[in-house]
Protein backbone atom coordinates (compact mmCIF):
# COMPACT_ATOMS: atom_id res chain seq x y z
CA UNK A 1 0.00 0.00 0.00
CA UNK A 2 1.20 3.39 -0.94
CA UNK A 3 0.43 6.29 0.70
CA UNK A 4 0.66 9.82 -0.27
CA UNK A 5 0.26 13.81 0.58
CA UNK A 6 -1.67 15.78 -1.45
CA UNK A 7 -2.14 19.86 0.00
CA UNK A 8 -5.14 21.66 -0.18
CA UNK A 9 -5.50 25.86 0.23
CA UNK A 10 -1.98 26.28 1.80
CA UNK A 11 -2.91 23.14 4.36
CA UNK A 12 0.01 20.46 5.26
CA UNK A 13 -0.73 17.74 3.19
CA UNK A 14 -2.91 15.18 4.15
CA UNK A 15 -2.28 11.32 3.78
CA UNK A 16 -4.11 9.55 1.29
CA UNK A 17 -4.34 6.09 0.08
CA UNK A 18 -5.27 4.79 -3.69
CA UNK A 19 -8.41 2.55 -2.96
CA UNK A 20 -11.04 0.70 -5.48
CA UNK A 21 -14.58 0.70 -3.93
CA UNK A 22 -17.25 -1.25 -5.59
CA UNK A 23 -15.29 -1.32 -8.66
CA UNK A 24 -14.48 2.25 -8.90
CA UNK A 25 -11.34 3.63 -8.33
CA UNK A 26 -11.01 6.83 -5.53
CA UNK A 27 -8.68 8.45 -3.14
CA UNK A 28 -9.22 7.97 0.74
CA UNK A 29 -7.49 9.87 3.36
CA UNK A 30 -5.99 8.14 6.19
CA UNK A 31 -7.35 9.61 9.50
CA UNK A 32 -4.68 8.31 12.19
CA UNK A 33 -6.92 8.88 15.02
CA UNK A 34 -10.17 7.70 13.38
CA UNK A 35 -10.96 3.69 14.12
CA UNK A 36 -13.51 2.52 11.27
CA UNK A 37 -13.97 3.23 7.61
CA UNK A 38 -16.55 6.32 6.48
CA UNK A 39 -18.44 7.15 3.59
CA UNK A 40 -20.12 10.50 2.44
CA UNK A 41 -23.74 9.69 1.84
CA UNK A 42 -23.05 11.82 -1.75
CA UNK A 43 -20.48 8.94 -3.17
CA UNK A 44 -22.98 6.32 -1.69
CA UNK A 45 -25.53 7.74 -3.83
CA UNK A 46 -22.66 7.92 -6.41
CA UNK A 47 -21.95 4.06 -5.89
CA UNK A 48 -25.10 2.66 -6.13
CA UNK A 49 -24.74 1.30 -2.74
CA UNK A 50 -27.61 0.56 -0.63
CA UNK A 51 -27.83 2.43 2.92
CA UNK A 52 -28.71 0.55 6.40
CA UNK A 53 -29.91 1.36 10.08
CA UNK A 54 -27.23 0.56 12.15
CA UNK A 55 -27.21 0.97 16.20
CA UNK A 56 -23.51 1.92 16.52
CA UNK A 57 -22.15 4.55 18.38
CA UNK A 58 -19.21 7.03 17.30
CA UNK A 59 -17.10 8.98 19.32
CA UNK A 60 -15.01 11.81 17.49
CA UNK A 61 -12.63 15.02 18.77
CA UNK A 62 -14.34 16.71 21.75
CA UNK A 63 -17.84 15.14 21.53
CA UNK A 64 -20.05 13.29 23.05
CA UNK A 65 -20.79 9.41 22.25
CA UNK A 66 -23.37 9.85 19.49
CA UNK A 67 -25.15 6.92 17.83
CA UNK A 68 -24.45 6.31 13.99
CA UNK A 69 -27.75 5.94 12.30
CA UNK A 70 -26.84 4.44 9.00
CA UNK A 71 -24.27 1.98 7.46
CA UNK A 72 -23.50 0.10 3.97
CA UNK A 73 -22.31 -3.32 4.40
CA UNK A 74 -20.25 -5.66 2.43
CA UNK A 75 -18.34 -3.22 0.56
CA UNK A 76 -16.09 -5.02 -2.01
CA UNK A 77 -12.37 -2.82 -0.92
CA UNK A 78 -9.65 -3.28 -2.69
CA UNK A 79 -5.78 -1.67 -1.57
CA UNK A 80 -2.67 -2.79 -3.70
CA UNK A 81 -3.23 -6.58 -2.95
CA UNK A 82 -5.31 -6.76 -0.07
CA UNK A 83 -8.99 -7.40 -1.18
CA UNK A 84 -12.64 -7.68 1.00
CA UNK A 85 -15.66 -6.71 1.85
CA UNK A 86 -16.12 -3.60 4.22
CA UNK A 87 -18.72 -2.21 6.60
CA UNK A 88 -19.03 1.82 5.90
CA UNK A 89 -20.33 3.85 8.79
CA UNK A 90 -22.45 6.93 6.58
CA UNK A 91 -21.45 10.17 8.18
CA UNK A 92 -21.61 13.94 7.20
CA UNK A 93 -18.25 14.93 6.23
CA UNK A 94 -17.33 18.54 5.42
CA UNK A 95 -14.21 17.78 2.54
CA UNK A 96 -13.87 13.84 2.15
CA UNK A 97 -15.41 11.05 0.25
CA UNK A 98 -13.87 8.39 2.34
CA UNK A 99 -12.32 7.81 5.50
CA UNK A 100 -10.19 4.72 6.38
CA UNK A 101 -8.91 4.62 9.84
CA UNK A 102 -5.71 3.83 11.21
CA UNK A 103 -6.67 0.87 13.18
CA UNK A 104 -8.21 -0.59 9.62
CA UNK A 105 -4.73 -0.25 8.12
CA UNK A 106 -2.69 -1.63 10.75
CA UNK A 107 -5.05 -5.14 10.21
CA UNK A 108 -4.35 -5.07 6.72
Same mark, same amino acid.
Given at each position: ?38 ? *? ?5 ? &? #? $? ?16 A ?20 E????? *????D?? &? #? $? ?6
Amino acid at each position: MVLFRKNRDGEEGLMFVDINIAGQKWSALVDMGASDLFI *LEKAVKK &L #G $LSIRKSNKKIKTVNSKEAPIVRVVRNVELQMDEWKGKKEFEVIH *LDDYDYV &L #G $LNFLDKI
